[in-house]
Structure formats: C-alpha cells, structure tokens
C-alpha cells in the first residue's frame, strides 16, 4: 500500500465502487484524462458505482451539512476513478483547481461550504499538497438529480506514463 492509501486507512476512509453510466446511456468522455504531468477529472457527483447516494436541490429537500457530506463522497468517487487511471493515487502530487457545482433550489447561494466538504477532504489525506484553487457555482439542475458535482485538475509524477 502506499502513502495515499495508508491515510484512507487511517482516516477509515473506504472507496466507492467505480461510476459507472446508469443503464440505457453511454459515456462519451473519459473519467479521467491524462495530458503530461496533468491529470483532468470529469465531473463525478456523489455515487458508488451506478448508485447516486444523495439527490436532490440543496436548500430544498437537501440540507448544507448533507449536500457538504455529499461533496466529501463526491471526493471519494474522484478518488475512485484517479487510482483506476494512474493505478496508484500516489501518482498525484498536487490538487490544482476544483470545480464544484450545487444543484440548488431557487434563491439558495450558500455553495461554498457546501463544496468544503470536497475540499477540506482532500487537504484531510494530501494535506498542504492538497490545498487547490476551486469555484462553488450554484446550478439550476444537475445530472441523474445529483446533489453536488465535482470536477478537478490535479498534477502527476510521470510513472507509468501517458497511456492512457
């Protein structure tokens, strides 16, 4: 095991099963896509596997402490799909910059601790490495009803390549 996943250990972190497209609809993107030292992370929204664990608007039917908890699964699913793209999540070196979008209910703007919980989970197992630039952007609708969607650029070693 290596430094990444000892701290998810320590952390009692377990990892979601892979996002995948519920039945009937086709990705037509990559999860994750690699360009040098750079590593670009589609936007995932708090599942596991096909399964999307919170729905709903945030300050309607979902509260600021549940959508937060839902960016801090949605984390864990980006987690997910980095370590099935680079095979170790010790490839990652740096969180750059995140992208976190609220489906909101009209008149709620309260998103950026709702995107904390994304946030402060990966400073929690990067630590300073994991101190990123991020936008919180309030969305009228999200995909599959997801409470929150996450997207990220993270820097890479360059072990094992660019073949993916």
Known sequence: ????????????????????????????????????????????????????????????????EEAASAARLTGLSILT????????????????????LVNCAPGFNATPPVINGFSDLIIEIWGESGRHARSAIGAAELPFDMAVEVEAIVEIDGRGGDSW
């Open 1 to 64: 095991m290596g430094r990444i996943d000892d701290r998810l250990e320590e952390l009692g972190l377990e990892l979601p099963a892979p996002f995948s497209p519920p039945p009937g609809i086709e990705f037509s993107f990559d999860l994750v896509t690699v360009s040098g030292s750079t590593a670009y992370v589609s936007g995932h929204g708090p599942v596991d596997g096909t399964e999307v664990l919170v729905a709903g608007k945030v300050g309607d039917s979902v509260s600021v």
């Open 81 to 100: 799909s980095l370590r099935e793209a680079l095979g170790d999540l010790d490839r990652v070196t740096r969180w750059v910059k995140a992208l976190g």
